[in-house]
């Protein structure tokens, strides 16, 4: 590594900062870049990543630190270093080409650019030499650089050909995931809404490819993508398919048990490289956290397991205590890499889940007598327990899953199922307190609106479903990390949500993400809590995201404003991935506030952004899941339940209980407060001003469709209505497809 700092020293990203050292001679993303490109006719060499990405860490310890591949870059490339969390849509281009040019894609990526930011050759991760059946790295800098000098205009005229490609892609007919998968490509969009008959055929999908035996969805590795199984657990919800919730719970129950999950922090790792989910990619996402707080809130829910619901709050106070800012927002992520502890102190290289492993050896220091116990429970084993090492990186070492239960133990030890859990409670305790002084894994502490979105609707369902002292923290999280969003991160000149804060600087224009994520946060959190604050600014919010994004053409909303003419591509983002598509958020987004407020214009933009898929949507449910769970509520029948009441009162409690204790996925649920909170409200949502308490006590009202049953004071008589507005919704939804079957 160089010691002298390059461009990106002063760049606030912390991806960026991480490669100021080296000898490489990088730029940021801008004109500054460009302008050298253009006058030393040079091509550009893009290199994108962000800060927890394992592998991009490798590419940067052998080839960017590597004082002749650096040499090399420097005589022959303009070398650019983009944040892909910071610029989505710098990334999702060229993403874009990587992926139709070779077939899959990932980061780090490398794409080689003519100096009009057109690219002409892409990949992903390449060695330092050739291995694994990849080209060495130095060799593809010196065959582009010699092609670039004898076959330009073979490379331009190939770069021209392969954009203008990509542009058509990007066309209301030219494809994406909506076309690909459901074989609309090539005509005009589609106006029809699918029916309920591609929701079965969405389920079947995710059907054929469950693996029964270890949960989740084919073969390794394997991904959480909570969309998935929050679509089957609302379509088991609408159409009574048990099968569907019980393949939804079980991936839930096996990902909860095995070493996916940090059983001893809490919170998820990135992914399992191994089918079982027993060997992770250690890295911890802040998305990755928010999505699967709320599937297992709603799993939870569904399946009536308060084992699910503790995995819910585990992850939550994680995030809490690891993942939260001073002042209430939540960073990005934590590496996968650190220092191991036996290295403590020295310059040794990080490896991979150093920080997360264990040997034998150490928990009998650590818990002397009580050591078996936590052993069984954590599947420790003598000489290590990984049964994958792609790196060489575990032996010796165990990741810790849940090897086998209580009662388990309890046979096998002679102990009692409750001196179980209190010796594996305090072994937790203990084994916490001694990797807390390790050297921990690297936090990339930038906050990022959609991000913080997606973790503030986390937190308000958490505070509807959770009781206690869980509830009261989650709602206290989630207000402040919306107060944060809207003091330092709205700007209300502009009336433009701002993407990214670090160290007290703001930047970067927010993206469709960031406005869809945070409406969705905040229609959570106005549910949860009342205050009607957070619903003006989901409106404004919402309105905004419509003006700067919406296609009337096509129908959706693009990624960017297609402002920046650096960006070549407006892409519309279609794939529910690691995280969800913008225009998926937003559908239900507008679900919740078409309930909410009369607006001919919402209802008009989901039934456009539904029928862009065409009628055969059942067909694409791999790739927008999260899209099949917007269907999902589009064709259940819709519940409103306002509980007015003062909110510490008991009998308000007591009714909010009951209704956290049904699964209730398509109900806008509204708390009102007495007197001048009502009066504030009512002047929002005019229908809640006619609503009283009656007798002076807390009172329930429980509307489906529009057709609102008798007020109750009793949790029993609102449990009651509840289970009846369920069977008629289940019943209503029978009918419709049988006339739309016939």
């Not at 990088?26 to 091509?43: H, V």
């Not at 209301?172 to 591609?198: E, F, R």
């Not at 070492?397 to 199922?417: N, V």
């Not at 000149?493 to 994520?517: C, M, N, P, Q, T």
Request: aromatic letters at 8%; glycine letters at 10%; a negative charge.
């Amino acid at each position: 590594m160089s010691d002298l700092a390059n461009r990106l020293a002063g760049e606030p990203s912390p991806y960026l900062q991480q490669h100021a050292g080296n000898p490489v001679d990088w730029y940021p993303w801008g004109d500054e870049a460009f302008e050298r490109a253009r006058r030393e006719d040079k091509p550009i060499f893009l290199s994108i990543g962000y800060s927890t990405c394992h592998w991009c860490h490798v590419m940067e310890h052998e080839s960017f630190e590597h004082a002749g591949i650096a040499a090399l870059l420097n005589e022959h490339f303009v070398s650019i270093k983009v944040d892909r969390e910071e610029r989505p849509d710098v990334d999702r281009v060229y993403m874009a080409f990587v992926q139709a040019t070779t077939g899959s894609g990932g980061w780090p990526m490398s794409v080689w650019l003519t100096p009009d930011l057109k690219p002409f050759f892409g990949g992903t991760y390449f060695p330092p030499d050739s291995r694994w059946g990849r080209a060495g790295f130095p060799d593809v800098l010196r065959e582009v650089a010699k092609r670039w000098a004898s076959s330009r205009g073979e490379l331009l005229q190939s770069a021209d050909a392969l954009l203008e490609r990509l542009r058509e892609l990007q066309s209301p007919s030219g494809g994406g995931a909506a076309a690909s998968a459901t074989g609309t490509a090539g005509g005009s969009v589609p106006a029809a809404v699918a029916g309920v008959d591609a929701l079965a055929a969405g389920v079947q999908q995710f059907a054929s490819s469950f693996d029964a035996r270890h949960g989740g969805f084919g073969g390794a590795p394997k991904f959480p993508r909570p969309a998935e199984l929050l679509f089957l657990l609302r379509e088991s919800a609408r159409g009574g398919d048990g099968n569907a919730r019980r393949i939804a719970v079980a991936t839930l129950e096996a990902m909860a048990s095995g070493g996916m999950r940090d059983h001893i922090g809490g919170g998820f790792h990135r992914y399992s490289v191994d089918a079982a989910w027993r060997v992770p990619h250690f890295e911890k996402m802040l998305y990755d956290q928010a999505q699967l707080v709320l599937a297992y809130l709603e799993a939870g829910q569904a399946a009536g397991a308060g084992a699910l619901l503790q995995v819910a709050e585990d992850t939550i106070e994680y995030v809490r205590r690891d993942m939260t800012s001073p002042e209430g927002a939540f960073y990005s992520a934590e590496d996968a890499d650190s220092l191991p502890p036996e290295a403590a102190g020295t310059d040794a290289a990080k490896s991979e889940g150093a920080f997360y492993l264990w040997t034998d050896d150490e928990l009998d220091a650590l818990l002397g007598a009580d050591a078996e116990v936590a052993k069984r429970w954590l599947g420790i084993q003598a000489g290590g327990n990984a049964p994958q090492d792609p790196m060489g990186e575990f032996r010796g070492k165990c990741i810790p899953y849940l090897q086998q239960d209580i009662g388990e133990i309890a046979k096998l030890t002679g102990r009692t199922a409750d001196d179980v859990m209190a010796t594996l409670g305090a072994a937790r305790g203990t084994l916490f307190d001694a990797r807390e002084k390790r050297p921990r894994p690297h936090l990339d502490d930038k906050v990022l609106a959609a991000w913080n979105g997606l973790m503030i609707a986390a937190l308000a369902r958490a505070a509807h479903v959770l009781d206690g002292a869980a509830a009261e923290r989650s709602l206290e999280a989630a207000v402040r990390a919306a107060t944060f969003a809207r003091e330092q991160l709205w700007d209300p000149d502009r009336r433009i949500l701002r993407r990214r804060a670090r160290h007290g600087a703001v930047s970067i224009d927010g993206y469709a993400e960031d406005y869809a994520y945070l409406v969705s946060g905040l229609l959570e959190l106005f549910q949860t809590s009342g205050d009607p604050a957070w619903l003006d600014w989901t409106v404004d919010l919402q309105a905004r995201q419509d003006e700067l994004f919406w296609d009337d053409e096509g129908g959706g909303w693009f990624a960017t404003t297609g402002e920046d003419p650096s960006v070549l591509l407006r892409v519309k983002e279609e794939y529910d991935g690691a995280e969800p598509a913008a225009s998926s958020v937003a559908v239900e987004n507008l679900l919740t506030l078409i309930h909410l407020r009369d607006d001919p214009g919402a209802a008009a933009r989901v039934e456009k952004t539904l029928g862009r898929f065409g009628t055969r949507l059942g067909q694409a449910a791999r790739a927008v899941p999260l899209m099949m769970a917007a269907l999902v509520r589009y064709h259940a029948p819709a519940t409103q339940i306002v509980i007015v009441g003062e909110p510490a009162a008991p009998g308000t409690r007591a009714l909010e209980r009951v209704v956290a204790a049904r699964y209730l996925p398509f109900a806008v649920r509204l708390r009102v407060s007495p007197g001048d909170g009502q009066a504030r409200l009512a002047e929002r949502l005019p229908f809640v001003g006619a609503m009283q308490e009656i007798d002076g006590r807390p009172t329930a009202y429980v509307c489906t469709d529009f057709s609102c049953q008798e007020p109750v004071t009793s949790p029993e008589r609102l449990d009651e209505q509840l289970a009846a507005s369920l069977r008629r919704g289940s019943s209503a939804a029978d009918d419709a497809a049988r006339v739309r079957g016939n």
